[in-house]
């Protein structure tokens, strides 16, 4: 097996590595029902999703008639104490993923997490999946502080750094993502099947995938382009 061109891969949680809309879309409608607002239809939650809870939260209510900026600090509260104690009942990996999990290990990648989940939820649902010991490092949303979180490339430089320094890629669904790697100034991989706040193709990533069958060719060509451009 050639050596893998790059030491460390980097993936967001909710909508890349893992499927989480159902349950936080249960969560969402649990906290929306205690603000008298109707429910976000399951399928339609991922639109919702992508900046953290409060991000999803206050998109939600801004659909259904707007935020009452007094009470939304402690709705969040009850969002996410509600899906702390519900946080894996039907979260999966994505097809493909635990396997691509497979193949990065099998080439001595580390793997690291940056999301903008609350970093203790991040862990906690690693933990409840039992494959938290899969990843070198786990940063969320708040490690470094919400001003930090992505779209800005924090998370990632420290990401980078946990990992011991090395050549990384990045791998996401949304526009936090992206705008996350290329701040940082690491190629960016993007998955056609996430939590897309805009169509994949149009997220400016270096390379999009449709499976996680896909990811490890799509890095190594990656390395291939940058090395001859």
């Known amino acids: 097996m050639a050596a893998f061109p790059y030491t460390i891969v980097g993936f967001d949680l909710d909508g890349t590595l893992l499927d989480t809309s159902h349950d936080l879309g249960v969560a969402l409608n649990h906290a929306l029902a205690l603000a008298g607002r109707p429910p976000v ?57 635990e396997a691509m999990l497979d193949a990065l290990d099998a080439r001595g990648v580390k793997i690291a997490i940056a999301t903008n989940k609350k970093e203790s939820l991040a862990v906690r649902l690693f933990e409840e999946m039992g494959i938290l010991h899969r990843f070198a ?54 998955v056609r099947f996430g939590f897309n706040d805009v169509p994949a193709h149009e997220l400016g990533a270096d390379a999009v995938i449709d499976h996680f069958d896909e990811l490890v060719p799509a890095l190594e060509r990656l390395a291939t382009l940058e090395r001859t451009a």
Request: proline share 5%; hydrophobic share 40%; aromatic share 6%.
């Open 41 to 97: 239809p399951l399928a339609e939650t991922t639109r919702h999703i992508g900046g953290g809870a409060a991000q999803m939260l206050r998109s939600a209510l801004m659909q259904s008639g707007g935020v009452d900026e007094e009470a939304f600090d402690g709705l969040q509260a009850r969002l996410v104490e509600f899906y702390a104690q519900n946080i894996a009942h039907h979260t999966a990996f994505f097809p493909g993923g």
């Open 137 to 190: 490092c786990v940063i969320g949303g708040d490690t470094l502080g919400r001003e930090r979180a992505k779209p800005k490339p924090d998370m990632l430089h420290e990401m980078v750094r946990r990992c011991g320094g090395g050549l990384a890629a990045f791998v996401g669904d949304t526009t936090f993502d992206i705008g996350a790697a290329r701040a940082a100034e690491l190629p960016v991989v993007a």
